[in-house]
């Protein structure tokens, strides 16, 4: 269909800290690389931290950048 865009979805890592938060970011632009909106999947999140508000928000602008929306899920 016209007007539909392509969607990733990445699944989030079961930790997203201080300690694990650029690892996180590395899968999320290679997820963003390929093109299109990104669905993150937060439902198997179990340990976080602020980190993980830094990591969403960061995602949120290498998204626009690229003409792309992320959407948060689980």
Not at 6 to 18: D, G, I, R, W
Not at 34 to 41: F, I, P, S
Request: cysteine-free; aromatic content about 0%.
């Amino acid at each position: 269909q016209q007007g539909r865009r392509e969607v990733t979805v990445h699944a989030l890592p079961a930790e997203v800290t201080m300690h694990s938060a650029s690892a996180a970011l590395r899968g999320i632009e290679a997820a963003l690389a390929g093109g299109g909106d990104l669905t993150l999947d937060a439902s198997g999140l179990v340990t976080l931290d602020s980190s993980a508000v830094a990591l969403l928000l960061q995602a949120q602008r290498l998204a626009r950048s690229r003409g792309a929306r992320v959407v948060l899920q689980g």
